[in-house]
């Protein structure tokens, strides 16, 4: 989408646009209460601030839509796709990793009561499985703006790929 589309676009084109970056509807409302925006830097920069901090049940909410990692995402949605090609790097052929990634998950599922969330785009399956194992050490309170920054990845990182830069 060019930035100009985005600036002209009306509410629920935005919405179909920006909720597959980020479930949270005021970070939505905030990135299009914004508009225009003269560069896509500006975008960007309001997209990394809008609703700050999340509050817990926007997290939460958010967190729902999130597959575990080394999971595919199920589903044909615009959110289903780009989970997918965020974890590509993670081969469900190899089977040590699976089973660590499973390991894993289900011991930070077990600990917090939600899934393990990471900006996978990017980092190798190996990067992933050290970050899930060393947070694990953390405490709730220690993981919760750990979460809240990982969302922010994400969104961020969905929004510049539907901006196509």
């Not at 597959?67 to 790097?89: C, V």
């Not at 899934?115 to 499985?129: D, M, S």
């Not at 993981?143 to 990182?157: D, G, K, M, S, V």
Request: aromatic share 4%; charged share 25%.
């Amino acid at each position: 989408m060019l930035l100009k589309q985005f600036n002209d676009a009306d509410k629920v084109q935005l919405v179909e646009t920006l909720r597959p970056c980020l479930d949270i509807q005021r970070w939505i409302d905030e990135i299009t209460a914004a508009r225009p925006y003269a560069s896509l830097d500006l975008l960007f920069s309001q997209a990394g601030t809008a609703a700050k901090p999340f509050t817990a049940a926007e997290i939460s909410a958010a967190m729902a839509h999130h597959p575990r990692i080394g999971e595919q995402a199920a589903g044909t949605s615009t959110e289903a796709a780009l989970s997918r090609k965020e974890q590509s790097a993670v081969d469900p052929a190899n089977r040590n990793l699976t089973k660590a990634l499973a390991d894993g998950n289900r011991n930070y599922e077990e600990k917090f009561g939600q899934v393990f969330l990471i900006r996978a785009a990017g980092r190798t399956p190996q990067e992933i499985l050290t970050a899930l194992d060393g947070r694990l050490a953390n405490t709730p309170e220690q993981e919760a703006p750990i979460i809240a920054a990982q969302l922010r990845e994400i969104a961020l990182l969905r929004l510049k790929g539907v901006m196509d830069t």
